[in-house]
């Protein structure tokens, strides 16, 4: 059960980098999404340091599981505040935050399975 605990993590840890990187140098397609939603440009570092923080608890949870469950119970809360806002605004694009919100629950389910 670790090993898929492990498998998931740095997948989803991954994602979560590449995320926060795009939203940091302000990537144009992740920019558009956001003011699609109504997200604040002012405050996109924000979400970029919650996928950061999301990606290393992830990874560091591997060797301590508490850390591992706060990360993957945080990333669960991202993505449902990113689904919602989506919904919020009748978007239809919302495939990527409810994969995404799936893979935090196969995270934390996983974790706690292999403690």
């Not at 795009?22 to 990537?27: C, E, F, L, Q, S």
């Not at 002012?42 to 290393?56: D, H, K, Y």
């Not at 990527?96 to 996983?110: D, E, F, Q």
Request: glycine share 12%; hydrophobic share 60%.
């Amino acid at each position: 059960m670790f090993v898929a605990t492990a498998i998931v993590s740095a997948l989803m840890a991954a994602v979560l980098l590449m995320s926060g990187r795009g939203k940091i140098v302000r990537d144009p397609g992740q920019m558009k999404t956001l003011a699609k939603v109504g997200f604040p440009e002012s405050r996109v570092v924000f979400l970029a340091a919650a996928e950061i923080a999301g990606a290393v608890g992830l990874i560091v949870g591997l060797f301590w599981w508490p850390l591992g469950v706060a990360a993957a119970s945080g990333i669960i809360a991202y993505f449902l505040g990113a689904t919602g806002s989506h919904l919020l605004v009748r978007d239809g694009q919302m495939t990527a935050p409810v994969i995404l919100l799936l893979a935090g629950v196969a995270a934390l389910v996983l974790r706690l399975a292999s403690q």
